[in-house]
C-alpha cells in the first residue's frame, strides 16, 4: 500500500502543497538523497487552523491537531517535490517549535500526534529522532511549526 493510500485509509487526505511564507524553498535535496523540509506551519485552505501560545490560548488537543496538520503540509510538500510518497526510504528527524505559554511544559505531548501520524503511515520508515522545543512565538501566531528531514531511494 503507497503511503497516500494509507494516509486515506488513515482519514487523512494531503492538503495541496503550501506556498512559501518568504525566500526559501519547501524542500530541498541535499547529497545522497538527503531530504530537507522547511518548518511547516497548520495551515489547512490557506489560514492557520488556530493561533496562540499552546497553554495559553491554545489547548493540548488543539495543539495536537495542529501537529498533524504541519505533518500533513509537511508531507505535501515533499509529494510536489518527488511526485508520490513512495520514494520517500527513511523519516530521519521531527523537530518541532511549540510556542509555549508561561509554565507549559508539554511540548513532547504536543508532538506525539505529528511522530505517529508518521509511524502510521510508513511504518519502521517513518520512525524518527525528534527535538521538541518551546518558543514564544512563531510566524502567524502559529502554535506550532515542524521540519523533516527524510531520506530518498
Not at 510538500?77 to 508539554?106: D, I, M, N, P, W
Not at 517513518?126 to 522545543?133: K, L, S
Not at 506550532?144 to 531520506?151: A, D, K, M, P
Request: proline share 8%; glycine share 12%; hydrophobic share 45%.
Amino acid at each position: 500500500m503507497s503511503p497516500e493510500e494509507r494516509l486515506r485509509e488513515l482519514g487523512f487526505e494531503l492538503p495541496p502543497a503550501p506556498k512559501p511564507l518568504g525566500a526559501y524553498v519547501p524542500v530541498l535535496e541535499g547529497p545522497e538523497g538527503l531530504l530537507l523540509v522547511s518548518g511547516m506551519l497548520p495551515l489547512r485552505e490557506g489560514g492557520l487552523i488556530c493561533r496562540g501560545r499552546v497553554g495559553a490560548e491554545v489547548g493540548l488537543q488543539e495543539a495536537q491537531e495542529a501537529a498533524r496538520w504541519a505533518v500533513l503540509n509537511a508531507l505535501a510538500a515533499l509529494k510536489a517535490h518527488l511526485a508520490h510518497l513512495g520514494k520517500l526510504r527513511q523519516c530521519l528527524r521531527l523537530t518541532g517549535y511549540v510556542a509555549s505559554g508561561e509554565g507549559f511544559f508539554e511540548q513532547p505531548q504536543v508532538l506525539n500526534p505529528a511522530s505517529q501520524l508518521l509511524a502510521e503511515v510508513f511504518g519502521e520508515r517513518g520512525r524518527h529522532t525528534r527535538v521538541a522545543v518551546g518558543v514564544a512565538a512563531l510566524p502567524l501566531g502559529s502554535p506550532v511549526e515542524i521540519e523533516l528531514l527524510f531520506l530518498r531511494d
